[in-house]
């Protein structure tokens, strides 16, 4: 059995494994969410009990009646960060403290409970131990984490749901780009919103994603790889990149300065972005969060201020932006390639996150396993 201070996590492995040869078949080329390990985590919540029957058990298929609230009113959270085969030895997990907080705020803007920090990781704990042999080794792959919640109660009518599921499963995840980084091209929304004030937008819940489905296939039919979300007012102010946030690159060398559009309630406040905004005041770039509008991007992109531009978010780290297309016009970015300083935040990132480099802000947190 394994605890916290409010939950005792029941621990029940499955009785049929993956043979060794066989899982590093699957770690040898595992794509993105279509494998996952053995186990998974699953946690109670009742109005009247409040959390409980937390357990580790065989990943399988759920049951769920048709009357399930969240299958009517998509009352839903989830979070997405990654474990890493250390250079050294062992597993660590990339900043689970920054995501069981932003997964708590995630909670209470959907009238959902909030699960304790402690729980939240001692359920990543309790399952990297059952199944940390699916921490793949090969360079740039991991194991990425799905914590959800979702209203399980079994109702129609509208209301805060008073029986919650809390699930916690693991899938290993290949290099998002397997032939090298690759710059996108970005169709501007100006038809659609992801968020307005007041909204879910700082929230992490599939009703958000589901909503920018229409613009990703508006950005398609335009020939661009994603959609870059405008304000809901003006259609004017940049704010995010499908489900990435943006930053913005001016100057060069030692000199750049690096700007990320602030957060306003609107934006999702992603872990990757607060972590190179940190390494790049470490290199001993500039970094500040502000706002650029659609005009500014051109306009800084003609006279040369404005050198590079990327996305960045837990799946890829780090995505260049290579060209801008909207009903109004297109440009490109600096020479359309990955960008010098880009690149070198996505190498500081990833050396800390695979512990090949120091760990100054002690954002790994070092998982219980054992051989």
Same mark, same amino acid.
């Given at each position: 059995?394994?605890?916290?201070?409010?939950?005792?996590?029941?621990?029940?492995?499955?009785?049929? &494994?993956?043979?060794?040869?066989?899982?590093?078949?699957?770690?040898?080329?595992?794509?993105f969410?279509?494998?996952?390990?053995?186990?998974?985590v699953?946690?109670?919540?009742?109005?009247?009990?409040?959390?409980?029957?937390?357990?580790?058990?065989?990943?399988a298929?759920?049951?769920?009646?048709?009357?399930?609230?969240?299958?009517?009113?998509? +009352?839903?959270?989830?979070?997405?960060l990654?474990?890493?085969?250390?250079?050294? @030895?062992?597993?660590?997990?990339?900043?689970?403290?920054?995501?069981?907080? &932003?997964?708590?705020?995630?909670? &209470?803007? /959907?009238?959902?409970?909030?699960?304790?920090?402690?729980?939240?990781?001692?359920?990543?704990?309790?399952?990297?131990?059952?199944?940390?042999?699916?921490?793949?080794?090969?360079?740039?792959?991991?194991?990425?984490?799905?914590?959800? %919640?979702?209203?399980?109660?079994?109702?129609?009518?509208?209301h805060?749901?008073?029986?919650?599921?809390?699930?916690?499963?693991?899938?290993?995840? @290949?290099?998002?780009?397997?032939?090298?980084?690759?710059?996108?091209?970005?169709?501007?929304?100006?038809?659609?919103?992801?968020?307005?004030?007041?909204?879910?937008?700082?929230?992490?819940?599939?009703?958000?994603?589901? #909503?920018?489905?229409?613009?990703?296939? +508006?950005?398609?039919?335009?020939?661009?790889? +994603?959609?870059?979300? /405008?304000?809901? &007012?003006?259609?004017?102010?940049?704010?995010? %990149?499908? #489900?990435?946030?943006?930053?913005?690159?001016?100057?060069?060398?030692?000199?750049?300065?690096?700007?990320t559009?602030?957060?306003t @309630?609107?934006?999702?406040?992603?872990?990757?972005?607060?972590?190179? /905004?940190?390494?790049?005041s470490?290199?001993?770039?500039?970094?500040?969060?502000?706002?650029?509008?659609?005009?500014?991007?051109?306009?800084?992109?003609?006279?040369?201020?404005?050198?590079?531009?990327?996305?960045?978010?837990?799946?890829?780290?780090?995505?260049?932006?290579?060209?801008?297309?909207?009903?109004?016009?297109a440009?490109?970015?600096?020479?359309g390639?990955?960008?010098?300083?880009?690149?070198?935040?996505?190498?500081?990132?990833?050396?800390?996150q695979?512990?090949?480099?120091?760990?100054?802000?002690?954002? /790994?947190?070092?998982?219980?396993?054992?051989?």
């Amino acid at each position: 059995m394994s605890s916290t201070p409010t939950l005792t996590f029941e621990v029940n492995r499955s009785k049929v &494994r993956t043979p060794a040869a066989e899982r590093e078949r699957l770690l040898a080329d595992p794509g993105f969410g279509r494998i996952f390990t053995e186990h998974m985590v699953r946690i109670s919540w009742t109005a009247d009990r409040g959390w409980h029957g937390a357990a580790l058990i065989p990943y399988a298929p759920l049951t769920l009646d048709p009357g399930t609230s969240v299958l009517h009113y998509a +009352q839903a959270v989830f979070e997405g960060l990654k474990a890493f085969r250390q250079g050294g @030895g062992g597993v660590a997990v990339f900043r689970p403290d920054r995501h069981a907080v &932003r997964f708590r705020n995630s909670a &209470r803007r /959907l009238a959902l409970p909030e699960l304790p920090e402690e729980a939240f990781l001692e359920a990543i704990d309790v399952l990297l131990a059952a199944d940390h042999e699916w921490v793949p080794s090969a360079a740039e792959h991991s194991l990425y984490l799905r914590p959800m %919640m979702f209203a399980s109660e079994v109702t129609l009518a509208v209301h805060p749901a008073v029986n919650v599921t809390f699930l916690l499963i693991a899938s290993p995840s @290949g290099s998002y780009f397997p032939r090298g980084v690759k710059p996108v091209s970005v169709w501007l929304s100006e038809d659609f919103s992801r968020a307005a004030p007041g909204g879910t937008g700082e929230a992490k819940t599939g009703g958000n994603y589901a #909503g920018g489905l229409l613009a990703q296939a +508006q950005a398609s039919a335009q020939g661009c790889d +994603q959609v870059v979300w /405008l304000d809901s &007012r003006d259609h004017r102010w940049i704010e995010e %990149m499908g #489900g990435m946030n943006l930053c913005f690159v001016y100057g060069r060398g030692n000199q750049a300065r690096l700007m990320t559009p602030a957060l306003t @309630g609107t934006l999702l406040p992603g872990v990757t972005r607060d972590s190179l /905004l940190t390494i790049g005041s470490d290199l001993g770039y500039a970094t500040e969060e502000g706002r650029i509008s659609v005009d500014e991007w051109r306009h800084g992109c003609e006279d040369g201020s404005l050198t590079e531009v990327f996305a960045c978010g837990t799946a890829a780290v780090i995505t260049p932006v290579a060209a801008v297309k909207s009903a109004r016009g297109a440009w490109t970015v600096g020479d359309g390639g990955a960008g010098e300083v880009s690149m070198r935040l996505r190498r500081a990132l990833i050396d800390i996150q695979r512990g090949a480099a120091l760990d100054p802000h002690e954002w /790994l947190y070092h998982v219980r396993v054992s051989d």
